[in-house]
C-alpha cells in the first residue's frame, strides 16, 4: 500500500514502484486528511486533480486506488484519535500541533479496512517514518514499513504536491533549502561532527528564508546526538512565499 493526498508526482510513483516490486498488489490511497491539517487555508490550499492522478496510478501499474470521501472516512460520531508520544513531539509536531495525530489517526485506519502486509513511505517526510514506525512497533501492526529515497527536482528541490504553489521567484528563493542540505552533506564528508558547527552550516544556506527549525539530532530519537560520533540528521522546515517546504539529508 501507498497511502498519499493526492496532487500525485513522481516522488508519487517511485513509492508505487517501490511497492510493485514488494507486493503482488498495490493498493494507492488518495485521501486528502483534514485531521492533520490545523490551519484550514492550508487544507483549503491543497491541491486535487483526481482525474489526472487515476491516470498516473494506471500508468504505474496500480492494482486498486481507494479515494474515500471525508463522511467515508469519518462518518458522524467519528471519535477516535491515535497519538503517538515522544518522537511526534519536537519540530513538525511543535510547529503543527495535533498533526501527528491526524497523521497516526488516518494510518491506523488505512491500515484497518485495506490491511496491506506492507506500506511504502517516502523519506522526505523523515518525522512522519519515526513516528509510523513508532505506532506500528507499539500497537503490534502486521505492516512492514518500507521507506523510499527522496526525489528530487533536477535543481535539487524535493519534489512536493505543495511546489505547484511556488511562483518563479519563490521557487527560485527555495533552492536554498537544497543548497543548505548539501552544504551539511559536504561538511560532513569533510570530517565536520560537531552538531553547533554542522547548524551553523545548515543556517548560513538559509538566511533569506522564514525558518521554523534547521536542526541535527539524532536520526532514531530525533533529540539531541549523545557525542560527535553519533550518526545525524539534517531536518529543515522553510516557508517560502506562502508555502511551507520541509526537507532533510541523513548523515552517516
Ligand atoms: P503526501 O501525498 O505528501 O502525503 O505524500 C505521500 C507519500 O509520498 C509520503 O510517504 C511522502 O513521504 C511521500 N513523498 C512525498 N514527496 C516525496 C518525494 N519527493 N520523494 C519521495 N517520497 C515522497
Redesign the pocket.
Known amino acids: 500500500m501507498?497511502?498519499?493526498?493526492?496532487?500525485l508526482?513522481d516522488?508519487?510513483v517511485?513509492?508505487m514502484d517501490r511497492a510493485r516490486a514488494l507486493g503482488d498488489h498495490v493498493v494507492v490511497s488518495i485521501f486528502v486528511n483534514p485531521l492533520q491539517f490545523g490551519d484550514a487555508s492550508d487544507l483549503a490550499k491543497y491541491p486535487s486533480d483526481l482525474d489526472g492522478d487515476l491516470d498516473i496510478c494506471r500508468r504505474a501499474g496500480v492494482d486498486l486506488v481507494w479515494a474515500p470521501s471525508i463522511d467515508h472516512m469519518y462518518p458522524d460520531g467519528f471519535a477516535t484519535r491515535v497519538s503517538v508520544t515522544g518522537v511526534s513531539e519536537p519540530f513538525e509536531g511543535r510547529h503543527r500541533p495535533g498533526h501527528f495525530d491526524g497523521v497516526a489517526t488516518v494510518v491506523t485506519k488505512l491500515f484497518a479496512v485495506i490491511r496491506p502486509d506492507g506500506a511504502?513511505?517516502?523519506?522526505?517526510?523523515f518525522q512522519?517514518?519515526a513516528v509510523i514506525k513508532r505506532l506500528s512497533a507499539d500497537l503490534g501492526l502486521p505492516v512492514g514499513i518500507d521507506v523510499?529515497?527522496?526525489?528530487?527536482d533536477h535543481d535539487g528541490l524535493?519534489?512536493?504536491?505543495r511546489n505547484a504553489r511556488l511562483d518563479p521567484a519563490s521557487r527560485s528563493r527555495a533552492l536554498a533549502i537544497p543548497r543548505s542540505l548539501t552544504a551539511v552533506e559536504k561538511a560532513w564528508r569533510s570530517g565536520v561532527r560537531h552538531t553547533d558547527e554542522l547548524e551553523t552550516i545548515l543556517a548560513a544556506e538559509l538566511l533569506g528564508l522564514d525558518v521554523d527549525y534547521a536542526s541535527v539530532v539524532d536520526p532514531q530519537t530525533l533529540s539531541t546526538r549523545r557525542d560527535d560520533h553519533a550518526p545525524a540528521v539534517a531536518l529543515v522546515a522553510a516557508t517560502v512565499g506562502s508555502v511551507r517546504l520541509i526537507d532533510n539529508t541523513v548523515l552517516d
Open positions: 501507498v497511502p498519499t493526498m493526492g496532487a508526482h516522488g508519487h517511485s513509492l511504502v513511505f517516502g523519506a522526505k517526510d512522519q517514518v523510499a529515497p527522496t526525489v528530487r524535493a519534489l512536493s504536491s
